[in-house]
């Protein structure tokens, strides 16, 4: 036996027939039934003449203007097409129940494709609560108890109103009086049914939901940047989002900033498949005459959308269930950002170094770069205006001990921003041994030896698959750890070969005319790789020298 049928069996024990309840709610009101019938005032539906029983103290014409006031509430959880259908059906049954016990209906609300379950805002719900607090309704009409709802808490609530008010509750399966004692125990049984069918469900619902995604399948409420279903419900790729995203790979694993991928995808016309909920006033969601949330247009790309949409596993065919990866399950959708790829792009993307200069384009030289030098501090220093006697100056400051330059007088000293002035860096890089600042600190032929073998024993991966020596599994797997540290290889000899703004500006015939060639960012990165600029306090009064500014070349090792 089911649980909703072993509720209504207990259920039978109790329930009144509906025209006691009636007569008893009329005693309430207008006093003792007496026996003066009326004929004529309805018929059903044979044609046979309706006997009333009305108080003594009544007339016909009290009778009229005494009809009760409805209020019909209806409700889904779910609308999957987006009509409304089942709320309107709810809606067309208690019109006719309103008009098969002569109740006027002064109100219809409905909460479409909204949970009675999670607790979260119902607007209708709250618009009937206002009314039985105002006494607005003498009888409240639903479906079934769970359409009004599904937690207790809020079943506690509508008893409450109702023995203050009066109102009644009316299912279209049968009445519900809250004034009594029994009517209140079965709304409490009911509202307890449907809040176990929700946990029950819920719990299958999961159980489905991990199985799919074991199985290599995931579903989405928000249609993915770069797939889309196809007429037979199968994932497919957009080529021009996709395409778009690679790109934007693309640029980060080269060097360039989030921001300018954005502006890339931006300048492209793209955007994500998020929206904003449009809000009142009062910062409430707006809802259309469904009920449903309005939004407004697609979002932009930003920083932090694009870090995200380059991290998601499901872009490398790897299947996540509730933040956990499902290492033995593989995606049953095409791949956008290989494997390998995303994983560089981890690296690059969390590297903590990276993620203090992400934001805005650089402006300032040693922003970030210069250290603070008064004694027990060595804090970093950053870019800040500062007024001077009227004048307005851009100073690296100290944001721990407050220590601050001028920074157009410390870049001076450092790469000669002056007309004429070589500066420190420039000076030093112009030397004949200015290669030993960089020179490679690891074996090259043996990193070019292991790079060679790990590609080739990755290419015969193809071959033991086709012989049937490896499975398909079993080969993704070693693929996958010979492309992981062939990129590990990879890197150490970019970085052993100076693939790097600063070996670029070694290696230039004119130093100065290099340097003045790069972007601020580039510049950035040569200091950051070659030394270490502190700057040191001076005493009170002092004007600025270059025996403020001290530099530490960093070794091969450090520079490496």
């Not at 049984?189 to 619902?205: C, D, F, M, N, P």
């Not at 300048?267 to 009920?291: C, F, S």
């Not at 079993?474 to 070969?497: P, W």
């Amino acid at each position: 036996m089911s649980s909703w049928s072993a509720a209504w069996s207990l259920l039978s024990r109790y329930r009144q027939p509906t025209q006691t309840i009636g007569r008893q709610a009329s005693a309430r009101l207008f006093g003792t039934v007496a026996n003066k019938t009326v004929t004529g005032s309805t018929r059903n539906t044979t044609g046979t003449t309706v006997v009333r029983r009305y108080p003594s103290c009544m007339t016909r014409t009290d009778v009229a203007l005494t009809r009760r006031r409805a209020v019909i509430y209806a409700r889904q959880s779910l609308d999957r097409s987006g009509e409304g259908a089942a709320v309107d059906r709810q809606v067309d049954a208690g019109r006719r129940l309103a008009q098969a016990r002569e109740w006027d209906v002064t109100e219809v609300i409905t909460d479409n494709d909204m949970s009675a379950s999670t607790g979260k805002r119902r607007p209708g719900y709250e618009r009937l609560l206002e009314l039985m607090r105002a006494g607005s309704v003498d009888v409240v009409i639903v479906w079934h108890v769970d359409r009004l709802t599904r937690r207790l808490v809020d079943l506690e609530e509508v008893i409450s109103i109702s023995e203050s008010t009066g109102v009644r509750l009316a299912t279209i399966t049968g009445d519900l009086d809250l004034s009594t004692d029994t009517g209140r125990m079965l709304a409490r049984i009911l509202a307890s049914v449907a809040r176990g069918e929700v946990e029950r469900k819920g719990t299958r619902q999961r159980a489905a939901n991990r199985q799919r995604a074991e199985n290599g399948h995931v579903g989405w409420t928000r249609r993915p940047f770069g797939y889309d279903r196809d007429e037979r419900g199968s994932i497919k790729v957009i080529t021009e989002e996709a395409d778009a995203l690679r790109a934007a790979a693309e640029m980060v694993l080269d060097g360039a900033t989030l921001a300018a991928a954005v502006r890339m995808l931006n300048d492209k016309g793209l955007t994500t498949t998020g929206r904003r909920v449009l809000r009142d006033a009062e910062g409430q969601p707006l809802r259309d005459e469904d009920g449903k949330v309005r939004n407004g247009p697609h979002l932009s790309w930003n920083v932090t959308s694009l870090r995200r949409a380059l991290l998601n596993p499901r872009y490398s065919g790897r299947v996540v269930y509730q933040g956990v990866p499902i290492p033995d399950a593989a995606g049953q959708w095409p791949v956008i950002l290989d494997a390998a790829v995303q994983e560089r792009l981890t690296e690059v993307l969390r590297d903590s170094k990276r993620r203090q200069q992400q934001g805005t384009e650089a402006k300032h030289l040693l922003s970030g770069l210069a250290r603070c030098g008064r004694a027990g501090c060595g804090a970093f220093m950053f870019a800040s205006p500062m007024m001077s006697k009227g004048r307005r100056w851009q100073v690296y400051k100290c944001r721990v001990c407050y220590l601050a330059r001028r920074a157009d007088l410390v870049d001076d000293v450092v790469a000669g921003t002056r007309e004429g002035d070589e500066g420190v860096l420039i000076s030093r890089l112009s030397q004949p041994d200015a290669a030993d600042l960089i020179a490679p600190s690891v074996d090259l032929d043996s990193l070019r030896t292991e790079a060679v073998e790990l590609r080739q024993r990755r290419d015969d991966l193809a071959d033991l698959l086709a012989e049937g020596l490896l499975s398909r599994e079993r080969v993704a797997e070693q693929a996958a750890r010979l492309t992981r540290r062939l990129a590990e290889v990879e890197d150490q000899m970019n970085a052993a070969l100076g693939q790097s703004p600063a070996a670029g500006l070694v290696a230039a015939e004119d130093v100065a005319a290099a340097w003045e060639a790069m972007d601020i960012r580039a510049r950035k990165a040569v200091i950051d790789r070659l030394m270490t600029v502190t700057i040191l306090p001076a005493g009170k009064g002092q004007r600025f020298t270059e025996d403020q500014v001290l530099i530490d070349w960093h070794t091969p090792a450090e520079a490496a």
